[in-house]
């Protein structure tokens, strides 16, 4: 129980600084740490498979790829030229309101997520293994698992052709 | 034991991080990283309640489908910053207005 409220502190705590870091490195490295935390959270629910994948998948893939497109950007000399023409949005005022708004989203979704009591049933007790988990994905989930693939291709086709020079000369 | 609810709301607040950095983020990166806490939110959301409310491993399963969206939607969306960002030497999402009316 006691670590549930440290996952979710730090989880919570990493992503809250996230959106407020000026260098997207920093943001990208305290992502990382939040999917840690919440790699933590899904061994407590019993999904180590789900655990390793986010570490695997998400901290060890995407947030790299993250970090490549970061750095190959330059994107931390980006925030020094400062835009004297700021859109009225982004003034501190508004950006103020926006926070207010996030604020009372929050308060919203947890008064109705609480208003249900909870009906105590706790079905199943052992950790999902990763044979569960493929007889699954192979039977019943084979036709999502086959489209996924042809997804993974369209998208690495449509990133290759969007982020291609035009040499068309 | 952890009621379901603890998970629900740990959700909601990380959701509403995210959505609060969609808007306020003034960095198209950070923009795209407050979209993949979302989609994060999203997937604890799904284990939690399929192993607190089901006892079936099917919150696992839809967690693997949506990693795999995030992943390809996370490839696709950096690609684009990157030809924006040919195009106008700025990861400022106010400076790209040409749609606007």
């Given at each position: 129980m006691a670590l549930f409220y440290v996952f979710a502190a730090i989880s919570v705590l990493a992503s809250l600084l996230v959106i407020f870091q000026r260098n997207p490195i920093y943001s990208v490295l305290l992502l990382i740490a939040s999917f840690g935390a919440l790699s933590g959270l899904y061994v407590l629910l019993d999904a180590p498979f789900v655990a390793v994948i986010q570490i695997i998948v998400?901290?060890?893939a995407i947030m790299v790829l993250f970090l490549f497109v970061v750095m190959l950007l330059n994107a931390?000399?980006?925030?020094?030229?400062?835009?004297?023409?700021?859109?009225p949005l982004m003034r501190p005022g508004p950006r103020r309101f926006g926070t207010l708004l996030a604020a009372v989203l929050i308060v919203e979704l947890v008064l109705a997520l609480t208003k249900r009591g909870e009906s105590g049933v706790s079905p199943g007790g052992a950790v999902i293994s990763v044979n569960t988990i493929g007889q699954l994905l192979f039977t019943e989930y084979a036709f999502a698992f086959e489209v996924t693939s042809v997804l993974i291709l369209v998208a690495m086709v449509g990133a290759v052709v969007l982020a291609r020079r035009d040499a068309r000369n | 034991m952890v009621p379901l609810t603890y998970y629900l709301v740990l959700s909601a607040v990380l959701f509403s991080i995210g959505t609060a950095g969609v808007f306020v983020q003034r960095n198209l990166i950070t923009i795209l990283l407050s979209i993949e806490i979302m989609l994060n939110a999203v997937n604890l959301t799904f284990v939690a309640f399929g192993r607190?409310?089901?006892?079936?491993?099917d919150g696992q399963i839809i967690v693997f489908f949506v990693m795999t969206v995030a992943a390809a939607e996370a490839a696709v969306g950096l690609a684009i910053v990157i030809g924006l960002f040919r195009h106008r030497e700025s990861l400022n999402p106010d400076r790209f207005t040409a749609l606007k009316w």
């Open positions: 998400y901290a060890g931390p000399h980006e925030e020094t030229v400062y835009d004297e023409h700021t859109h | 607190l409310r089901f006892g079936a491993a």
